[in-house]
Every structure is written in structure tokens, then in C-alpha cells.
């Protein structure tokens, strides 16, 4: 059964900057300015985490921080019309005339969601309420306040010394009669925002996105996840027994995966207190049932761990979701984007699923201003 995309697409409108969906959510969308691969150090990187880790404490609760890394394959198109540059200048050119690389394009978004809402089910609907825009929606005070934690968050980044972050304003982010906006890029895949190209979403047998094969591969699963993380990892093919080149823990499923694919982060930010008493719950729950299971025996001490190191050492508990999007125009060639990912993620020693059945909710969950619908 075919549908048109605007029908059912949850952005309602663009205002005041922000991207507002048809539930009440308020996105704030950033254009960062990242460090290049292989120019930090091992403290460099460090640093750059602990600064990640302060900005995402400052968002309020009921806030989601979506990083959205898009890789393109693309190639150097030189200017030869410029009448001052140098023969060293032009020679350079020349040499790098349509060499193909990877071209890298991050976008933060930082949505607030309205307290308290609830999921719409046979025995709770919006037309049984005084109004269907929640209440904390209607309040100006509320987006005063969250504007004024994206401005921290922002001064926090750009102070490290290391990102640059550039706010898009409402004409980057709305679709005009030959441009495409922010939202529609991501539905589209499109590789250049300035040609408006639609086609067809399909999700029967394969994913497709117009002339585009796609998959879709999940970390969701925390048995999946690696047994340790960290904010960098060696770099096996620079480094010596004496030397240890770093890259970002993440990096091979970025600019050293040689693909076109889009990289998608997620940290949902919930109320900190209650997540901390129910995990008390659970606790005293296991604890009463170590009797019985050496597994229930395992999972009571994790949890123990858990909370006493989200509580002496300040942690903030958070959800968290990530995935990789590949794409090509030749379906022939799926099979090695699969061997690509399996293999990045296995040097982060992480287990990758290939999402079939949930790919239609995560890819809608990714378009810009409705990262909550990946939960």
C-alpha cells in the first residue's frame, strides 16, 4: 500500500529555529565542525570525551542528544578559474583532479520532550484530553529554558578547543521549491541539498531508498557491545611495539569505513532519580531470589556496582542507541558493504544485527526531530 511521505511524516512546521513534530517535541539542530582523523593524542582524545560527557549533563531531563555523522563518497573538484594561485598551486590540483574520497558532514540534534507524556494505547488517546498539544508545550517558558541549555551545551563544546558548532537557522532547515531541507535529505539519502530529487521508500524484501539498496545494521543489544569502551583505540597499521597511534574508539565506522553510510547516536536522558530507585527495586528484588540462581546471584552484584558508582562517583544513567545506515546503487555489491561493516565492528570487538523486521521504525526514527521513536 503505497503513502505519501507528507502525509505521514511527524514534523509539523519549522519555528523560531527549531523543528517542532506533530507530538509536542522541540529540536535544536547544530552543524559540527569535528577534529580530522589521526591529529589528536591519547590526552587530546580524553579530553575531548570528559567535554562530550560535561555539555550532555547540562541537557534537562527528558532530552535526547542525536549525533547524526553522514559519509559520502565524493571526489576533488579543483578550481582551475582562479588567476592568482602558484604553479605549486596548480600542480597540486592537477594532481588531485577527481580523487575520490570521503566526505564527512555532522549534525547534533537536541530535542526536549514534553514531561509526562504518555504512549497512546486502547486505554489512554489524545482526543480524551482537555488539549492534544501537551501542556508543557504551551508554555514559552519552556523553550526559553531549553535555548538556554543548548547555548551551555554549545559553550562547553567550543571552549574544549576542539569542535565548532554552527547552529542552523530556519532556511537550512526547511525544504524550498529547488533545495532540500534537512528533513527531506535524510528521507532522500540525498548526496548534494542543493538538487531536489525525490523517489520511492520501499521496506518489502530490502530496504530502498529511491535507486538506493540500503541496510541497516543495530548496537542496541548490550550483549553485543564491547567488553570495554573507551574515547580511543590503537590503531594497528600506524603503530610499532614502541609506538601506539590513536584513532576514536568509533572510528572505523566512520571515515574508515570506505562506503556511503550514515553513522546515528543516540543518548535518551531520563529522570536520573527515578531510573536510580528502580534499579533499588531491582536490586532488592534480586537479592531476595540469589537463593535460587547463581544468575540471579551475578545480576544482583551488577546491579549493585551499578548503583554505587552512578551514586559515589556523580554518573548520570542514560539509554542509548546506535546504528549504521550503508547504501550503493549497485545491489550486487550489498554483500561486501556487509563484510565492510562486520568487520569495522569487529575490531571494536561488537557484534553487529542486521536490522530486516525493526528497519522501517529505526530509519524513521532517524529523520532530524524524532530520534524518540527509536526506543
Known sequence: MEKVLDDILPIMDVEHDCILSKQGDVTVVFKADLPEIFTLSDQEYEAFHQAWIKAIKLLPKFSVFHKQDWFLESSHKPDFTKEDTSFLSRASERFFNERPFLAHTCYIMLTKKPEGRKTASSMFSSLLRKSIVPEETLRPQMLQDFLDST???KRIMEDSGFVKLTRLREKELRSHSRKMG???QYCYLSEQNDSFLMGDIVFDEAMRVG??????YTLGDAVDLPALCGS???????????????VGFASTLGQL????????????????QKTIQKLESKRLRLQSLSAYSRENLIARDATNDFLNEAISQQRLPVKAHFNVLVWTDNKEELKDLKNMVSS????????????TIGAPQI???GIPGMPQTSR
Open 151 to 153: 547555548g551551555q551545551f
Open 363 to 365: 530509519f524513521w526514527a
Open 182 to 184: 534537512l528533513v527531506e
Open 232 to 246: 580511543r583505540i590503537n590503531y594497528d597499521k600506524y603503530s610499532t611495539d614502541k609506538t601506539k597511534f590513536s
Open 211 to 216: 535507486d538506493k539498496y540500503c541496510q541497516l
Open 344 to 355: 569495522a565492528l569487529a575490531q571494536m570487538d561488537a557484534v553487529a544485527k542486521q536490522e
Open 257 to 272: 569505513l570506505p562506503c556511503n553510510h550514515i553513522y546515528n547516536q543516540y543518548i535518551f536522558i531520563e529522570d536520573a
